[in-house]
């Protein structure tokens, strides 16, 4: 086939861009930025499932894609010397309600039907908490704890290193950082960047994060709903002597997460609404007084650093995946909000089987790009 053209350098695009370099296609990544300099460049790094409660197609996908990462990450570390930090350290979430506990219990009996890979049963468990540990602290979790087995962690960073790094060792696939696109013809194969060259491709993925809404809703000519929009995140690191096998804690969309090296990474805000994107505020504020209070070990831990963001959100929030149904040589891959790192491998692979024929794994129909287009159609147009 002629190039394969990726546009996106985050989480998404890198994936796609290592298993097409794995599969041999001849590949150009264009990053209007740094690769990873987006909402992939974060802090948190959490990789938990869905409820395992009233499973369907999605979560049997994510199941899979969750447990398939560790040998992903694996692979990728023996052949680049790198570590992405990956651990199974599981998930604990604090019960402060006695109704709160019964749905746990119920949610315990869904983990032992659904949770079970050929090779390994991932349990959820009920119990109360560790006295003396503070994690998370007990008056927090009156009514004990709900800990699953199935969860882990990255460190994004450092995973989105492993993967640049793994891509200079295929001489088939290159990446051109600060190229900006300004217009996508898939009908031509050409894209033309701001600097105004034009950029020839046999395939396009899509997979610009936020970026990526606005050139498919060009594409649709303002004839649909906006396909998508940017959710702003803030997190921060602190410094804390934390031992890095401990469970992440997460209640009430609050995250900490353990890393190595006395790291630990709290997040994060939903804002759909703001004026500046990439500056935090007294909302991240309130979220480490959160944290401190639920686990009191990081109590005048040491800010490291304060990170804000943008993550793509597509309307009605599935990702976005698979050929477009307009345009052939066009495939998007986009849209993964706050499930981008525990599945863009699986969606990567899928794009890349797909565009070359092979066909190894089945996508839930909710993420299918023809799916969310005819989802947005039937909602009518919207102002251009």
């Not at 264009?30 to 992939?40: C, I, L, P």
Request: hydrophobic share 45%; with cysteine.
């Amino acid at each position: 086939m002629s190039e394969l053209l990726i546009v996106g350098g985050g989480i998404m695009g890198l994936w796609a861009a290592v298993m097409a370099g794995r599969a041999g296609i001849q590949t150009c990544l264009v990053e209007r930025s740094s690769t990873g300099a987006g909402a992939s460049g974060g802090l948190l790094g959490a990789l938990m499932p869905h409820m395992p409660d009233r499973w369907n197609a999605k979560k049997q996908f994510q199941f899979d894609a969750l447990v398939a990462l560790e040998d992903e990450i694996a692979e990728l570390q023996r052949a680049t010397g790198l570590s992405a930090d990956y651990r199974r350290c599981g998930r604990i979430m604090p019960l402060g309600k006695a109704h709160l506990r019964e749905i746990a219990l119920g949610h315990e009996q869904d983990a032992a039907q659904h949770w079970v890979s050929s090779e390994r049963r991932f349990h959820w468990h009920v119990r109360d908490v560790d006295s003396g540990r503070d994690w998370p602290a007990a008056e927090a979790a009156s009514f004990g704890i709900a800990h699953d087995t199935l969860a882990a962690r990255v460190a994004p960073r450092r995973l989105v290193q492993a993967l640049k790094t793994a891509l200079a060792k295929f001489p088939h696939v290159r990446v051109e950082e600060g190229a900006e696109v300004a217009s996508l013809d898939p009908p031509r194969g050409r894209l033309l960047l701001a600097d105004g060259r034009a950029v020839s491709f046999g395939h396009c993925i899509l997979s610009a994060g936020v970026e990526s809404f606005g050139l498919i809703d060009r594409l649709a000519h303002s004839a649909q709903a906006p396909s998508g929009g940017a959710v702003k995140g803030q997190a921060a690191l602190l410094n804390a002597d934390i031992d890095p096998a401990s469970p992440i804690i997460f209640t009430d969309g609050l995250y900490i997460v353990a890393h190595e090296d006395g790291h630990v990474a709290i997040g994060s805000t939903s804002e759909n609404r703001f004026d500046e994107p990439y500056s935090t505020d007294d909302q991240l504020d309130a979220l480490i007084r959160r944290a401190e209070a639920l686990a009191p070990a990081l109590r005048g831990a040491q800010v490291l650093e304060r990170w804000a963001g943008l993550r793509p959100k597509a309307t009605g929030r599935e990702p976005i995946v698979g050929r477009h149904p307009d345009h052939g040589s066009l495939s998007v891959l986009t849209g993964g909000f706050k499930v981008s790192f525990g599945m863009a491998h699986a969606l990567a692979r899928f794009v890349i089987d797909d565009i070359i024929g092979r066909p190894t794994i089945e996508l839930p129909e909710s993420f299918a790009c023809a799916h969310h287009i005819a989802a947005l159609r039937q909602q009518g147009p919207h102002p251009a």
